[in-house]
Structure formats: C-alpha cells, structure tokens
C-alpha cells in the first residue's frame, strides 16, 4: 500500500527549462543517485530525501547502472521506493541511467558496444521494475567502437521503446557533433549532454557550450559543488566525517588545497553578501546566463536537498557579481 502522498504545492516554485531543441522540460535542480542511494545506505534515508525532493519539485532523478556501492545497488534502492511512494506520479518523473563504465566482467561489460548498451538497460529497467527509462545515456565516449556503432544501438532502443529520448555524457566538442550528426540521421536527436562543471571545472566553456548551442542539445552539469568544496564544509579545514577525510576515490584531503580554500572563503563572502550559503552560490553560478539546463547534485541529507532547491529563489548573479567571481577564480 503506497502511504506517500506528494505535494499540491510541488510546482509553485521550481523552474524548468527546455532541454536543447526538444519538448522536455528539466527542472533546474536535479537529483543524481550516484552516492547515498547504494546498497550500504539507509532505504529510508534514501526514501526521504527522493520524496522531499519530488514535494520541491524536482522532477528528474539521474542514475547509472554501476551506481551504489555495490554496483547496481542503487537503481534497486530507487526501484524499491518508486513501487512503494512514488508510482502513482511515474508520469510526471524523468527517469535517467547510463551506461559505459566497468559493470560486469568479460569483454561486453564496459564501453560502448551495441550488445553492452542493449544488455545493460535490460538490467537495468529489471532492478528498477520499469518498462522504460525516459533517458538513457553513453556515459563515457569509447576510443575503440565505432561511434555509428554506440549511436545506433542508442537509436535503437528508442526504437524499441525502452527510452523515450537519449544523451551522452563527457563527450568533446568534436565527438558531441559527430554523435549528435549521427543520431539526427537515424531519427533520434540527442536530447541532452551531461558534462561536469564548475567553478573550479570549466573545461565546457572551451568549446563544447558551442556546439551544444549550435547542434540544439541541452546540458545537465555534475558536480557542480566539485565534490562539495564549493560549499562551506571546507573552510575551516577538512572535518573528520567529511567525504575528503574518508575512504572516496573521488574526493581526497590532497584536492583541498590552502589556494582553492582560499578562494572558497573569498567566494564565501560574495555568498553572505546575496545572504546565501556557498553552496547556493556555486549553483547559481553554473545556471546563470541560460546555457546550463540543470544543475545535478548529489545529497547524503535532506537538507542539502532544501538548500539546492532555494538557491533558485535568489536573483540572478549580476554583471559585477560575476564579474567578481571570475576575479576570484582567476586570482
């Protein structure tokens, strides 16, 4: 028996924007499953931080096939509160996986070949219980398979019916076009690009905005709070229960430099002069000026949650704002 029942209130205050040429709208917060939501954690954390996020409107939650730990794990966490809470409003969610990272062993585990993607997704809507995603990702460009090869096996399974729209992800400028040419071609447009971007990232500003502009192709950005140093939890150094002090791949005391915290506590104060946190800063930042869809962020509490969504309730970054910001960055 489904006992959640969402908000009346859900749309009053989030935006949504267009995805690239398309007529899918993404709100402009989204929320990415990739750490929190695995077979380690906490079903019921998981379940109040995905209803908490569809009551403040956020309609799109992002995942992979290896998403956990263990891989997996996190699109059955998902699958599980989708059947318990939030199945009556499935219609009204975008669902999103990829795949392209190491997931099973042998030689059609990984990459980009047409026979990985096809029995990737099939795994995937299984541990999700679903019949089909709303968009499904490469999420990795592969040197060695054709890319005719990974665009039309994602062709395909629109096709078929088990994705409604499909992206890549961390793509170039060069390879974007191509993909982008090819799936136009077959019939399906791709519908959105998912680079990382940030403050302390920008590597999408040398190019690939461009062609994402140009080829009609919307963006969501990861780690837009790079790994939360973009927040406030590194100012006073590195807390012993944060990500950077434990065991993450991701994330080590080595990337929080004196530098980058330095200019952290400058941006910090740009941030509480808007009477904001940093945190809601470092989005706004990403969103401004209309070329970033949405931003993707992840959460291990609610309230982290709460603070991403109201950042949007903040008037955009001004001409001297940013152009503050970029003097701080540049410093």
């Known amino acids: 028996m489904i006992l959640y029942k969402a908000s009346e209130s859900r749309y009053d205050t989030m935006k949504y924007n267009r995805s690239g040429r398309s007529g899918l709208l993404l709100p402009a917060i989204s929320l990415g499953l990739w750490h929190n939501f695995g077979g380690i954690n906490s079903v019921e954390s998981g379940r109040s931080m995905l209803t908490r996020a569809f009551d403040l409107g956020i309609t799109h939650f992002d995942l992979a096939n290896n998403y956990g730990p263990p891989p997996g794990s996190a699109e059955e966490m998902f699958g599980e509160i989708l059947k318990k809470d939030l199945l009556p409003y499935r219609d009204e969610i975008v669902v999103s996986t990829k795949a392209g990272y190491y997931m099973y062993p042998g030689p059609y585990g990984e990459w980009g070949s047409r026979k990985y993607l096809v029995a990737s997704l099939d795994q995937s809507l299984k541990r999700m219980g679903l019949d089909y995603v709303d968009i499904y990702y490469h999420h990795r460009p592969d040197p060695n398979t054709p890319l005719e090869e990974t665009m039309s096996a994602l062709d395909a399974i629109v096709r078929q019916g088990k994705a409604l729209y499909v992206g890549i992800s961390s793509y170039s400028p060069e390879d974007t076009r191509k993909a982008s040419r090819i799936l136009r071609e077959l019939g399906t447009p791709c519908l959105i690009h998912q680079p990382s971007y940030s403050m302390f990232n920008r590597w999408i500003e040398d190019g690939l905005q461009d062609a994402l502009d140009e080829e009609g192709i919307g963006s969501?950005?990861?780690?837009?709070?790079?790994?939360?140093?973009?927040?406030?939890?590194?100012?006073n150094g590195v807390a012993a229960d944060s990500r950077a002090a434990g065991p993450s791949v991701f994330l080590s005391e080595?990337?929080?430099?004196e530098e980058r915290i330095a200019k952290v506590r400058r941006l910090n104060e740009i941030a509480a002069g808007r009477g904001q946190k940093m945190s809601q800063l470092a989005l706004n930042w990403v969103l401004r000026g209309g070329r970033v869809t949405s931003a993707l962020i992840g959460a291990s509490k609610v309230s982290q949650i709460e603070d991403a969504v109201d950042s949007?309730?903040?008037?955009?970054?001004?001409?001297?704002?940013?152009?503050?910001?970029?003097?701080?960055?540049?410093?």
């Open 254 to 257: 080595n990337d929080i430099t």
């Open 220 to 235: 969501i950005v990861f780690s837009p709070l790079h790994g939360g140093i973009l927040t406030d939890r590194y100012l």
């Open 312 to 331: 949007l309730r903040f008037p955009e970054l001004t001409e001297s704002e940013i152009a503050a910001i970029e003097a701080i960055l540049k410093g």
